[in-house]
C-alpha cells in the first residue's frame, strides 16, 4: 500500500510542476520601456489624455517561427503620442499597421482625426508620425504636419478614422495617400513617402469639393499616377453642377526620386521627319485650345503611325501626350450624361456642333436678347458674367488656333459674337465675329439675320456736367448708351420710368460690370479706367417711356496754400451742373451761387447720401457749416425757370 501511495504522490507532484510552468510564459501585452525614444515627436507642452480611439494590438513579423517576439500594444503607442500634444488639439488620433519594404523593421503610421481645434493659438496642424517596436519600446522615427508647400493649398480642418491609407507607388517605399476636409465643403490631398528616416511632403492640393485626389495607373506602366482635380467649381455656383475640369497629374521619377509633373508637350525638333510628330503637335495643339474631343483622334493617329514606324520614337512625350487627352476625353463625355447646362459643358469639351445644335432650338431675337431664353430656368439664370466670361475664353482659344476646320471655326465666332452681346452690345466685335461666322459658313441660318441695337452716343454740351436722355422701349426691349470719361472721375446715373419698370446697368469698355453704389434705377461710383463706358436700359414685361440722367461732376481743387476757390457757369432751364470736393470732417465750409435773380439754386450732398441742404426745396443759394464727415461733397448748381450763368464761390477753413 506504501508503494501504491508514493507512485500517486509522484504523479501529483509532476502535474503540479508542468501546470506552473504554462502559466509563467511571456506577456502578450508588455508594458512600455521606461526609457522611450519620441526625439521626432511634436515638442509641445505634454497632456496626460487617454487616446481617444481603440487601439488593436498588431502582430509583428516573427524572426524565428520557434521563439515569437513580444506584441506590442498600439494603446500604449497613442498614449505616448496623445501626452506631447496639447491638451484638446484634436478630436482624437488613429493608427494604421504599415507594410514596410523588404528588410525593414516593423512600421506604424500614427495621425491625428477628427476636427483640429480653432480656439487654440497657433492653430495646429493635422499630422503624421512614423514609428517602429524596438529594443521593447516605442521608438519615433518620423513626424510630418499636412501643411502646405505653397501659399495657393492649404492643410485639413478635418481628417476621419480612415482617411489615410497606405498606397502602391514604388516598393522601395512607404506611401501615404491623405484625404481631408477644409471649410464647408473642400478637400484637401496630401501625398507622404518615408524613405525610412524622413517623411516627405510629395504632392499637396486642396480644392472646393471633397475627393481632391486619385490614384491610377494612366499610360499602363503598372506604377499607379497621382490626379489632382483641380475643378472649377464654381461656374455658376458650388451647387449649380456645372464645372471646368482642371486636372494635373504627377507621376514617380525613380531615377531622381521625386514626383514628376507631366503635362502636354510637343515632340521637339529631334523627331523632326518622323509621321508621328505633326499629329502628336496638332493634338497638343488643339488640347490646348480646349478643343478636347478634336484632338482625340489626332493623338490615335499618332499613336497608330509610331507603331507602324521603324524611326525611335520619343514615347515619353507621346504616351503621357495620349494618356492626357484620354483623360480629358473621359472625363468631359461622363460630365455630359447629367450636365445641368450641357450648352456650356459642351463648349468646355471643344464640340461646338453639339453646342449650335442647343442654339438651333431658338431664334436669334430669343438669343441676342435682355433675356436669353435659352438661359430661363436653367443653373446659368442670373450668372451671365460667369457665363460669358468662359465663353469668350473657350472661343477666343479655338479661334487662335490656326487652320482650324471652318465648322468648328465659324461657331467659335458666333458664340464670341453672343457671349459679347451679353456683355456690351454696343460692342463693333459682335458684327465683325458674326460676318466672320456667316462667311466660313453661309449655309448656317444662325449667322444671319441678327438685329443689333444701335448705341447712342453721350456728349456733354460746353461747360455741361450732365446730360438727360429720353427714350421708349417695348417689352423685353433694350437701350444702349455710351460715353467717354476718365480715371477717377465719379459718375451718377439715374432712371426714372413709371413703377420702376426698366432698370439700368453699367459696364466698362470690355463688358465688365463697374463697382459703385446701385440700385436697379441708380448707380453712382468713381470710374476705375480712361475710355468708353456703356449704360444699358432694360424694360420688364410691358412698353415704357423713361428719362435717363447721367452725371460726371467737375472736380474743384484748391490752388497752393488757397483757402477757396471760384468757378463760373451757365446752366439750362431745369438742368443742373454738378462739382464735387473732398474736404474733411469738422472742417468748415461755405458755399454761396451768385446768379441774376437768384435763380441758381444750391444742393450739397455728402457722399454718403446725407445732404447738407436742398435747393429745390428751400430756394437756398448759400450754406455755411461744419463738415460731418471725411469724404466727397456733391455741390449742385440747379436751373430754375430759364437759363442763367452764375459764379460758385466755396471756401473751407
Known amino acids: 500500500m506504501k508503494t501504491i501511495h508514493l507512485k500517486q504522490l509522484l504523479i501529483l507532484l509532476l502535474i503540479g510542476l508542468l501546470a506552473t510552468a504554462c502559466t509563467a510564459t511571456t506577456d502578450p501585452t508588455p508594458t512600455l520601456a521606461p526609457t522611450l525614444d519620441v526625439a521626432a515627436t511634436p515638442t509641445l507642452e505634454p497632456t496626460n489624455q487617454p487616446p481617444t480611439q481603440d487601439a488593436t494590438d498588431v502582430p509583428t513579423p516573427t524572426t524565428n517561427a520557434a521563439e515569437p517576439t513580444a506584441v506590442p500594444n498600439t494603446n500604449d503607442l497613442l498614449t505616448l503620442v496623445q501626452n506631447s500634444l496639447p491638451a484638446n488639439a484634436f478630436d482624437g488620433l488613429a493608427v494604421l499597421p504599415l507594410n514596410a519594404p523588404a528588410g525593414e523593421r516593423p512600421l506604424w503610421a500614427v ?26 519600446s516605442w521608438q519615433a522615427l518620423a513626424f510630418q504636419e499636412l501643411n502646405s508647400l505653397d501659399a495657393n493649398n492649404f492643410g485639413p480642418d478635418y481628417l476621419n478614422e480612415h482617411t489615410v491609407n497606405q498606397v502602391d507607388i514604388d516598393p ?169 447646362f450641357p450648352l456650356l459643358t459642351n463648349i468646355f469639351y471643344g464640340d461646338y456642333a453639339a453646342a449650335l445644335d442647343l442654339m438651333r432650338g431658338y431664334g436669334n431675337e430669343q438669343l441676342f436678347s435682355t433675356t436669353p431664353a435659352i438661359l430661363q430656368g436653367t443653373m446659368a439664370e442670373g450668372y451671365t458674367q460667369g457665363l460669358t466670361g468662359y465663353i469668350l475664353q473657350q472661343a477666343g482659344a479655338a479661334i487662335a488656333v490656326p487652320d482650324l476646320d471652318p465648322a468648328t471655326l465659324a461657331a ?193 450732398v455728402g457722399a454718403d447720401g446725407i445732404p447738407l441742404t436742398n435747393g429745390n426745396m428751400s430756394g437756398a443759394t448759400f450754406w455755411t457749416g461744419e463738415l460731418p464727415a471725411t469724404q466727397d461733397y456733391t455741390l449742385r448748381a440747379i436751373g430754375t425757370l430759364e437759363p442763367a450763368n452764375y459764379t460758385l464761390t466755396v471756401a473751407i477753413e
Open 111 to 136: 495621425y491625428s482625426q477628427g476636427f483640429r481645434n480653432f480656439d487654440i493659438n497657433p492653430l495646429p496642424n493635422h499630422f503624421v508620425a512614423i514609428y517602429t517596436w524596438q529594443n521593447s
Open 172 to 340: 522601395a517605399h512607404v506611401w501615404l495617400a491623405v484625404d481631408g476636409g477644409i471649410g464647408a465643403h473642400g478637400g484637401t490631398f496630401h501625398l507622404l513617402r518615408f524613405d525610412g528616416s524622413t517623411l516627405h511632403l510629395e504632392v499637396v492640393s486642396s480644392g472646393a469639393s471633397p475627393g481632391v485626389g486619385y490614384l491610377e495607373d494612366l499610360n499602363g506602366d503598372g506604377t499607379a499616377e497621382v490626379i489632382l482635380r483641380e475643378h472649377d467649381f464654381y461656374v455658376f455656383c458650388y451647387a449649380c453642377g456645372v464645372r471646368y475640369l482642371n486636372f494635373r497629374v504627377f507621376t514617380w521619377d525613380a531615377t531622381n526620386e521625386r514626383m514628376l509633373e507631366v503635362t502636354l508637350q510637343p515632340m521637339l525638333m529631334g523627331q523632326q521627319g518622323h509621321p508621328a510628330r505633326h499629329p502628336t503637335n496638332r493634338a497638343v495643339e488643339l488640347a490646348n485650345a480646349g478643343l478636347w474631343q478634336q484632338a482625340l483622334p489626332q493623338i490615335e493617329e499618332a499613336e497608330r503611325l509610331a507603331a507602324a514606324s521603324d524611326e525611335p520614337t520619343d514615347t515619353f512625350t507621346l504616351t503621357w501626350d495620349a494618356a492626357l487627352i484620354r483623360l480629358y476625353n473621359q472625363a468631359y463625355q461622363a460630365e455630359l450624361t447629367h450636365a445641368p
Open 412 to 604: 467659335a465666332h458666333y458664340f464670341r459674337a453672343w457671349a459679347t452681346y451679353l456683355n456690351n452690345p454696343a460692342d463693333p466685335q459682335i458684327a465683325q465675329d458674326l460676318q466672320q461666322a456667316a462667311a466660313l459658313n453661309p449655309a448656317e441660318p444662325l449667322y444671319n439675320q441678327v438685329a443689333l441695337p444701335t448705341a447712342n452716343r453721350i456728349q456733354f454740351g460746353a461747360g455741361e456736367t450732365a446730360a438727360t436722355l429720353t427714350g421708349t422701349l417695348q417689352s423685353q426691349g433694350m437701350a444702349v448708351y455710351t460715353l467717354a470719361a476718365q480715371a477717377g472721375q465719379t459718375m451718377t446715373v439715374m432712371l426714372t420710368a413709371p413703377d420702376d419698370q426698366a432698370r439700368i446697368t453699367v459696364l466698362d469698355g470690355q463688358g465688365g460690370y463697374v463697382e459703385g453704389q446701385m440700385s436697379t434705377t441708380f448707380w453712382q461710383g468713381p470710374l476705375p479706367d480712361t475710355g468708353d463706358y456703356v449704360i444699358r436700359v432694360f424694360a420688364g414685361e410691358a412698353a415704357v417711356d423713361y428719362t435717363l440722367q447721367v452725371i460726371i461732376p467737375q472736380r474743384i481743387s484748391f490752388a497752393p496754400g488757397a483757402t477757396s476757390a471760384t468757378v463760373q457757369g451757365d446752366v439750362a432751364a431745369h438742368v443742373s451742373d454738378d462739382y464735387i470736393l473732398a474736404a474733411q470732417a469738422g472742417q468748415t465750409m461755405m458755399v454761396n451761387i451768385d446768379s441774376p435773380n437768384s435763380s441758381v439754386l444750391l444742393t450739397i
